[in-house]
């Protein structure tokens, strides 16, 4: 009797382990890959872009017109070509929703050609037969909060809201000489300034296919009085695998800056014998341009590579 006691006890014990082993089992699988995989794939990206584009300036300023009155389009009057600018750009994606960006560029442009007929540069009227140099220079950078406000959970399309800082450094200058006298000028100009200003925009995704992704962007502000910018692309992007990608499309920024010359007007330096005054004034009386205004419209197609970790 005590053997089969003892024999009962011994299967019961042996029988309650594997049973309990059993119900352990699911436990001790419960963390899995996937979870991991998502937090890496989401909120812990950093993507590094290197893009180059063959930007195409056009600048226009009522700082140097002609006798009519109008002003000139001067990258093409003074030769001031296309050109190749390389710009950097960074984006971390530090939250699922939420990702922080930054890119550069810089350009410097020079232009040197000869004019028959008077010029009026600077209100200071230009005798015919000259010749022109000109120097400008534009560092732009941009600092920002991107928000994905719809679309992340298909991951086919999305929209998110952009709050950036623009800072841009803009200097020109330029030298006029005459051609009886062409190692002096006659008359020289140096300007700059840098300024920041706020950019509120929206870009907006689709991706037709796991490979590539459309998207379209534009972000801008106006100064009011003292002008405005706008800085917008549109472009697509082939996603190599889950580390790279090749981007391509065509960009727009447009810088418009206006200085109101009544600002320094004033009827009794007009009589007191203030010249410079008295040109703007019969400036405006004649060709009714009161401004002095710039703008500088930079755009042209793109192409970049990305690396994504």
């Known amino acids: 009797m005590r053997c089969v006691v003892a024999l009962l006890l011994i299967c019961g014990f042996v029988f309650g382990g594997i049973a309990n082993g059993q119900e352990a089992a699911p436990a001790a699988e419960a963390p899995e890959a996937p979870v991991q995989e998502e937090c890496a794939d989401g909120p812990s990206t950093f993507e590094l872009y290197l893009r180059a584009t063959f930007l195409k300036l056009d600048v226009d ?17 003074l030769g001031m070509d296309s050109e190749t600018v390389p710009e950097i750009r960074m984006r971390w994606r530090f939250a699922e929703h939420h990702s922080l960006t930054a890119s550069y560029f810089g350009l410097d442009q020079s232009g040197n ?39 992340r959970e298909t991951d086919r399309f999305s929209v998110e809201t952009i709050l950036d800082a623009a800072i841009f450094n803009v200097d020109a200058s330029y030298k006029r000489f005459d051609l009886l006298n062409p190692i ?7 300007a700059d300034g840098t300024a920041g200003i706020p950019l509120v925009g929206v870009r907006v995704e689709g991706m037709p296919t796991d490979y590539l992704n459309l998207y379209a962007e534009a972000a801008g502000m106006s100064a009011g009085k003292y002008g405005n910018i706008i800085d917008g692309e549109l472009g697509v992007q082939i996603l190599l695998g889950k580390y790279f990608t090749l981007e391509a499309g065509y960009r727009l920024l447009s810088i418009h ?13 007009f009589l007191s014998g203030n010249w410079r005054l008295r040109r703007v004034i019969l400036n405006q009386i004649l060709w ?18 990305a690396i994504r970790f």
């Open 288 to 305: 009714n341009n009161d401004d002095d205004e710039a703008d500088i419209d930079l755009s042209g197609p793109f192409i970049s590579g």
């Open 113 to 151: 050609d000869i004019f028959i007929l008077p010029l009026i540069v600077d209100d200071n009227l230009s005798g015919m037969w000259g010749r022109l140099e000109s120097d400008l220079s534009l560092d732009y950078g941009r600092l920002g909060w991107r928000w994905e406000v719809a679309g």
């Open 257 to 269: 800056g206006e200085y109101d010359s009544d600002d320094d007007k004033d009827f009794g330096d």
């Open 61 to 77: 300023t009522s700082l140097v017109r002609r006798v009519t009155g109008e002003k000139l389009e001067l990258a093409d009057e």
């Open 184 to 190: 002096f000028p006659t008359d020289e100009d140096d």
